[in-house]
């Protein structure tokens, strides 16, 4: 019985190393993931000069001494087993690695979790445009003010249909949920009325049934009359045949309540997943309109500067060059922005799908560590 326990605990030796290896690999990715989305903070490590042991000081004195062992992180450390080596020790010896195990694990899982909080906080889709953004309008010579006007139009005009291509979506998708609404209560009348023919197929079912009973006894009683029976005889043939019909039209019935049943199935699954696009579909539109409003502020000060741009044009005409410069900037600026936005949301999505799946993974650990110090727990107090 001894040596079973033992082969046990080996086994659970084993295990117990491969699960903190895999938990090991686990906070690194955890750690490159926190490094990846974290501002990165320049780190300045002291320099140690150690000299080495056996050679003289540039003093004259040896003062050399070894370098203390640095501390690694904790592992399984294998104990020799020897003959006089009992089961409560080796349960003693396991004892401490699975409850640090356990500890670990738990530290692991409160740091993923504060993580994957820290990324369930929303990106905003847009910002507003910083105080240094802001332009004040030189004075243009007419022709650039012109362009100016024709790239502010041309501008106004994107954004125009831009908000009625984004209005006539959302109304569509509206009217795509309410269309889902009742094409799922008109399928919930249809699965209703096909349940309802079932009771009418076992209705017709047991007509049937009584339809033959009666002819086999109009046969029987034909029999027994001989020759005077000849008519029943073909009594009897009719109903025989009208319990054949019966029992085919309720077969048949009962089949297409269960196609029908299925059918309505298969497009009630179809309206469900159109009915979560058209969800989506309306919270992209949202999003559409917030950026349709960060675009009509930039619009708004476009026609501000170019307002004032107006009433200084006859004044002077070298600061045309300067003005378009500052307004290149800012929209090269503002390009640069969104596209650094596009793809944070898109580092931080990737992140939190890796984030949810090592969250799911430190749970099975965590659970199997739990396990196995229960069971050395158990093997202890047994011992």
């Known amino acids: 019985m001894e040596l079973v326990l033992a082969l046990l605990l080996a086994v659970a030796l084993v295990a117990l190393a491969t699960t903190w290896s895999a938990l090991r690999t686990e906070r690194a990715r955890v750690r490159r993931s926190e490094t990846r989305l974290a501002p990165a903070r320049p780190e300045s490590a002291p320099a140690q000069t150690t000299a080495v042991p056996g050679e003289p000081h540039p003093e004259g004195k040896n003062t050399a001494e070894p370098l203390p062992p640095r501390p690694g992180p904790p592992s399984l450390r294998v104990l020799p087993v020897k003959g006089s080596l009992s089961l409560e020790r080796l349960a003693a010896a396991l004892e401490p ?3 640090r195990l356990a ?5 692991s899982e409160a740091a993923l979790s504060a993580a994957a909080e820290r990324l369930r906080t929303p990106i905003p889709p847009s910002a507003p445009v910083p105080e240094q ?17 024709a790239t502010a139009e041309r501008i106004s005009d994107e954004r125009s249909r831009l908000a009625d291509e984004v209005r006539s979506l959302r109304s569509a998708l509206e009217r795509v949920a309410s269309l889902d609404g009742g094409l799922a209560r008109g399928l919930t009348e249809l699965s209703r009325s096909a349940d309802a023919l079932l009771p009418f197929a076992s209705s017709l079912s047991g ?24 008519p029943f005889e073909e009594a009897a043939a009719e109903l025989r045949g009208l319990f054949e019909e019966s029992r085919r039209l309720s077969r048949e019935l009962s ?22 696009a058209a969800a989506s579909g309306q919270e992209r539109g ?6 349709l409003g960060t675009l ?3 619009c708004e000060q476009l026609e501000r500067t170019l307002t004032e ?5 006859r004044a002077a005409s070298d600061e045309g060059a300067i003005l378009s410069r500052r307004l290149e900037a800012a929209r090269t600026s503002l390009e640069a922005r969104a596209a650094e936005a596009a793809r944070l949301r898109a580092d931080a999505e990737a992140a939190r799908a890796a984030l949810r799946s090592t969250v799911e993974r430190i749970e099975a650990l965590r659970l199997d560590g739990g396990a196995l110090h229960a069971a050395v727990v158990r093997v202890t107090s047994t011992a």
């Open 97 to 99: 690695p699975a409850a």
């Open 133 to 149: 953004w802001e332009i004040t309008a030189p004075e243009l010579d007419a022709e650039g003010v012109e362009r100016a006007l």
């Open 309 to 313: 741009s107006i009433r200084s044009t």
């Open 103 to 107: 500890t670990s694990i738990e530290g």
């Open 296 to 298: 009509d502020g930039l």
């Open 255 to 276: 089949e297409a309540a269960r196609r029908t049943n299925g059918g309505v199935r298969k497009v009630a699954t179809f309206v469900e997943e159109s009915a979560g």
């Open 207 to 230: 007509l049937a049934d009584r339809a033959n009973l009666l002819g086999l006894n109009v046969s029987l009683l034909a029999a027994r009359a001989g020759d005077a029976g000849a």
């Open 286 to 291: 949202g999003l559409a309109c917030e950026r």
